[in-house]
């Protein structure tokens, strides 16, 4: 792969293909992109929003985040007391 695309993947991302906003709200993720992350039926995500962009972040990784975040946070809150 050529370093001109590697960085470009890195800046914006694979495409998997386009998708519509259903009547109730819902949109389907293509199916090669929910193969590759393993998403199933029931997956369970955090929706975020930034400048206009939507991102669904598997619930599992906002969970894993918050927690070591929080242990870090400890540990500055035992250092000060």
């Known amino acids: 792969m050529k370093k001109n695309k590697i960085e470009k993947e890195e800046i914006f991302g694979c495409v998997y293909g386009t998708t519509l906003l259903g009547e109730r709200g819902q949109i389907v993720i293509p199916k090669k992109l929910r ?47």
């Open 35 to 81: 193969e590759k992350l393993k998403m199933k039926k029931g997956s369970s995500f955090v929706v975020v929003e930034k400048h206009g962009m939507v991102a669904l972040m598997p619930t599992e990784i906002m969970n894993d985040f918050v927690s070591e975040m929080t242990k870090h946070l400890e540990k500055i809150k035992s250092k000060k007391v």
